[in-house]
């Protein structure tokens, strides 16, 4: 659990026009972060019990570089810390060659059930 990484390919869905968070058809901040995320949640997955999942509870994100639809993107995580049931990451995501976007990012580890019951107590 270590460090993982997973490709994306840029589609018109991930882009900010499309998304909302901006004009122009590139990488939408949102849809970066959703990418970290996944890939996060992807290197957690193997470790844990069926009964677990994991929950995206802190990001703080760069997004230093635009990339176009079609570009591939690579997110690569790296587990820094675990805190009990808290998992924390660094990670760096690439463009080609190129950086363009680096932060970190924590997850916490639940138990699926005793979420979602609690998630209904609070309707």
């Given at each position: 659990?270590?460090?993982?990484?997973?490709?994306?390919?840029v589609?018109?869905?991930d882009?900010?026009k499309?998304?909302g968070s901006?004009?122009?058809?590139?990488?939408?901040?949102?849809?970066?972060?959703?990418?970290?995320?996944n890939?996060?949640?992807?290197?957690?997955?193997?470790?844990?019990?069926p009964e677990?999942t994991s929950?995206g509870?802190?990001?703080n994100?760069?997004?230093?570089?635009p990339?176009?639809?079609g570009?591939?993107i690579?997110?690569?995580?790296k587990?820094?810390?675990?805190e009990t049931?808290?998992?924390?990451?660094?990670?760096?995501?690439y463009?080609?060659?190129?950086?363009?976007?680096?932060?970190?990012?924590?997850?916490a580890?639940?138990l699926?059930?005793?979420?979602?019951e609690?998630?209904?107590?609070?309707?």
């Open positions: 659990m270590d460090a993982f990484s997973k490709e994306f390919i589609g018109d869905k882009t900010a499309v998304i901006g004009d122009l058809e590139v990488l939408a901040t949102p849809a970066l972060i959703a990418m970290v995320e890939t996060a949640k992807e290197c957690l997955q193997k470790e844990l019990a677990e929950v509870t802190l990001i994100t760069t997004h230093l570089r990339s176009k639809v570009a591939k690579v997110v690569n995580v587990v820094d810390s675990q049931s808290k998992i924390n990451f660094s990670f760096t995501v463009d080609g060659e190129k950086l363009i976007s680096t932060g970190n990012h924590q997850r580890v639940i699926t059930d005793v979420f979602l609690k998630l209904a107590l609070s309707e």
